[in-house]
């Protein structure tokens, strides 16, 4: 990974974000992507504003086979700014063995990048749309030293998570529910729903892009493309032999009888999801290990 990729990265999304209303940064996203070296990962970031100003906290952890049972891992920051209406800057500083510098104070830039002369200097880009419901995260490894000198950017997005205006109510989360699997809690194999082609999607979608059913799809291929982007081929499609298999239908969860519509992604690599909507809205995303 070089730094004309790094930069191209950064312009998709200043693109993606521009010529719109402002909107606020504070809330809770669920994020899911990955690293530069295809490490796929998933993300909770929370932004509360403070007296001292924005305070962000990131938890994220490695979804990829190879490293999904290694601890999820937490970096805050309070140096944070608004580059433009709907763009934030993030800097977060790791010491030599990864752990958070940015939680016990307001500290500048320099003196992170002085941390970072032993550590990690991390520098988090994050975009919203036009209607706050969305952000997408690209954060540069600056210094690539110490734990963290095996990668160069992770690129991931996520919409809102909460029950305002911009936010989906994660539903399961809010009722306990932990494991929302569409297997091992509603007991439905992938398999016995129907199935579509990434490329049977899209001829369905400039068919009828009207239709419900393939909103859902694409809303949740929005998720889940950044973790998906590096096996396009050169029409921007994802190939037969390194594709998944969208599996759709209706599901009735067996502890309450509420029922749901749910869209499935089943990855070849370690990147399945399960996604659940109720009344047309979305309802819960849940990450397949």
Request: glycine share 10%; net charge positive.
């Amino acid at each position: 990974m070089n730094r004309t990729t790094t930069l191209g990265a950064l312009a998709l999304c200043l693109l993606w974000s521009a010529s719109a209303s402002a909107q606020e940064l504070q809330g809770e996203y669920s994020l899911f992507g990955r690293y530069s070296n295809r490490r796929h990962t998933r993300a909770t970031l929370k932004v509360a504003q403070t007296p001292e100003g924005l305070s962000v906290t990131r938890t994220g952890r490695y979804t990829s086979q190879r490293h999904k049972n290694k601890p999820a891992f937490t970096w805050t920051s309070k140096l944070v700014t608004r580059k433009s209406p709907r763009i934030y800057e993030v800097v977060y500083s790791l010491d030599k063995d990864g752990a958070d510098l940015g939680a016990s104070q307001r500290l500048s830039e320099q003196e992170l990048y002085d941390e970072g002369r032993k550590g990690s200097v991390l520098k988090g880009y994050y975009f919203l749309n036009s209607d706050g419901s969305e952000a997408r995260e690209l954060i540069v490894n600056s210094t690539r030293r110490g734990s963290e000198g095996w990668w160069y950017w992770i690129r991931t997005n996520g919409p809102r998570v909460g029950g305002g205006a911009t936010g989906f109510l994660d539903g399961f989360r809010d009722r306990g529910v932990t494991d929302p699997s569409l297997y091992y809690h509603f007991g439905v194999a992938p398999r016995d729903l129907p199935a579509l082609s990434d490329d049977e999607v899209i001829a369905k979608l400039r068919s009828n892009p009207t239709d419900p059913l393939m909103g859902r799809i694409a809303l949740v291929r929005t998720y889940i493309w950044e973790s998906l982007t590096y096996r396009l081929d050169n029409r921007g499609h994802l190939p037969a032999n390194s594709a998944g298999t969208w599996r759709t239908g209706e599901v009735t969860d067996p502890t309450d009888g509420q029922s749901y519509s749910v869209v499935h992604w089943r990855d070849i690599d370690d990147n399945s999801f399960s996604v659940y909507f109720k009344d047309g809205k979305l309802y819960s995303i849940y990450y397949e290990n």
